[in-house]
């Protein structure tokens, strides 16, 4: 595509910034995210976006930018949190630091229902999440709205210039997409994103990069690395795919993947390694160190079964990448190592033989890729189910009998939800086993033995995520089920935390 009208994004770290990406897109406007070393190598966009980011603009090493290029590219730019505090310092202006962190919802209540804020609410719930504020305004700045308390919380510099001090770009701020729409008609000829074009471009581009190359992909079954096998067939490059047993997955799991793929007609091949992976994890029980157990294992099969590949495909999405801060540009936070950006698999990126086409997708946009390759509808719109498998849904180290519990359980949820008809209304449920035993009584007599949690959520990107409001009688009757079927728990709690600052996944 061509870049001259795009959106550019530039990312000072924000947890959420492929998030404002995708949320372009969304709204029909092609958009790229540049790391902020990339600044002066963007083309000519149509609009420019700052992101929000982890420090504060008075450590030392605060991100910064060039604000004479900035003004020079003569087109709408909005600064989100950080940037905005940005902002104000170039315009002359300033910004006081606080150990203090506004974090959650706000109410937003604009000056005037124009510009910006055209069609926005009196009062409209925002997402905060940041501990600087903007104290001193320089002359000409405009306040053009504030919070609940009368604080100013969105300013505008002259004609172009726009700051807002919380994410639009986030579900929680309830009218942030006619937000980022209403900036978005500021600018002039921007160019128009469409899932087939973004397809058409995808698949010229693995064409180019695999040429005469073998690929091997690993696939799980879950959404992404399945879209990913099936973009590659379709791309008609060769390849090897790779289904790993590697004994955390779930109840009959491996029957339904290779069912699946054998129904989308792409050939698997399936590598039984159950002992191994569990032997490894025996007794370790870091999360962090699971995680690296597993990434580099899964490396170690692939290899043993192909030999020396030349390009491994992963379906890593983004929000892989930006939590595990593995962009060696990225001044995002870390908060979880995922099993796809293991230090091996970083290393095979340095040699130029990982493959990785839905780095820059969210998982819904990887759903609507999936169904324009024509992959069924009840394949594409599966639970996404982590790669390290029910290692993550057991805290603590790993046992067999945990596992069994923990598989046993699952399914009894899952099958109450698909039976009373709220599988599709769930982004993402199951069941995990809470690394506690508890006091209970089983047939007059003290029982002492695992508690189980509940999770179901919903979420567009899996950047945040709220708990579902599931009715009482599915709950009543999941936890009656596994309290008589499944050995070894007394009892049954359902999560009831959102994203942040809970993950989905217990690790």
């Known amino acids: 595509m061509e870049e001259k009208r795009h959106v550019a994004v530039v990312d000072f770290g924000s947890q959420y910034a492929q998030l404002i990406v995708r949320r372009v897109r969304e709204l029909g406007f092609f958009a790229k995210l540049y790391p902020l070393e990339e600044f002066a190598a963007m083309g000519e966009p149509g609009a420019i976006i700052l992101s929000g980011g982890p420090k504060s603009t008075s450590e030392p090493d605060a991100p910064d930018i060039d604000f004479e290029r900035l003004q020079s ?38 000056a005037e229902a124009t510009g910006l804020y055209e069609g926005i609410s009196h009062e409209s719930q925002v997402w905060m999440s940041h501990s600087d504020t903007v104290q001193d305004l320089p002359d000409g700045a405009e306040v053009i709205a504030r919070n609940q308390h009368g604080t100013a919380v969105s300013l505008k510099w002259g004609e172009r210039f726009f700051g807002i001090q919380f994410h639009p770009e986030v579900t929680h701020s309830h009218e942030g997409l006619r937000i980022l729409h209403n900036f978005l008609l500021q600018a002039d000829g921007l160019q128009e994103f469409r899932i087939e074009d973004f397809k058409r471009e995808m698949l010229e581009g693995i064409r180019r990069d695999v040429g005469d190359r073998q690929v091997v992909c690993g696939v799980s079954g879950g959404v992404d690395s399945t879209v990913l096998a099936v973009l590659l067939h379709e791309a008609g490059v060769k390849m090897r795919a790779i289904f790993v047993d590697h004994g955390l997955l779930r109840k009959d799991e491996g029957d339904e993947v290779r069912n699946n793929f054998h129904r989308m007609g792409v050939e698997i091949e399936t590598v039984e390694a159950a002992d191994l992976f569990l032997g490894k994890l025996a007794g370790v029980d870091d999360p962090e160190k699971k995680r690296e157990i597993i990434g580099n294992l899964f490396i170690d099969v692939f290899w043993d079964s192909v030999g020396d590949a030349e390009l491994l495909a992963q379906g890593t999405l983004y929000p892989d990448v930006i939590e595990s801060a593995s962009n060696a540009s990225s001044k995002a936070s870390k908060i979880k190592t995922h099993h796809n950006r293991v230090d091996r698999i970083l290393e095979l990126q340095a040699q130029g033989k990982v493959l990785e086409p839905l780095s820059e997708l969210f998982k819904d946009e990887v759903r609507a890729l999936g169904m324009s390759l024509g992959i069924p509808h009840d394949i594409v719109h599966r639970h996404p189910f982590p790669g390290p498998g029910l290692a993550v849904r057991c805290p603590g180290a790993i046992e067999a009998k945990k596992l069994e519990i923990i598989r046993e359980s699952d399914a009894i949820f899952i099958s109450r939800l698909k039976d009373h008809n709220w599988y599709d209304k769930v982004w993402q449920a199951y069941a995990a086993l809470v690394p506690v035993k508890t006091v209970g009584v089983k047939g007059d007599e003290r029982s002492y033995e695992w508690a189980v949690s509940l999770r179901a959520v919903v979420s567009e990107d899996a950047m945040t995520a709220d708990w579902v409001e599931l009715p009482y009688a599915i709950l009543r009757e999941t936890s009656h089920r596994i309290l008589n079927e499944v050995p070894g728990v007394n009892r049954v709690l359902y999560d009831v935390s959102t994203k942040p600052p809970a993950s ?4």
């Open 73 to 110: 590219y003569g087109v709408p730019v909005l600064g989100v949190c950080y940037g905005m505090q940005l902002l104000n310092i170039k315009f002359g202006g300033s910004v006081e630091a606080s150990d203090r962190r506004e974090y959650g919802p706000a109410m937003l209540v604009p």
């Open 504 to 507: 989905i996944e217990w690790e």
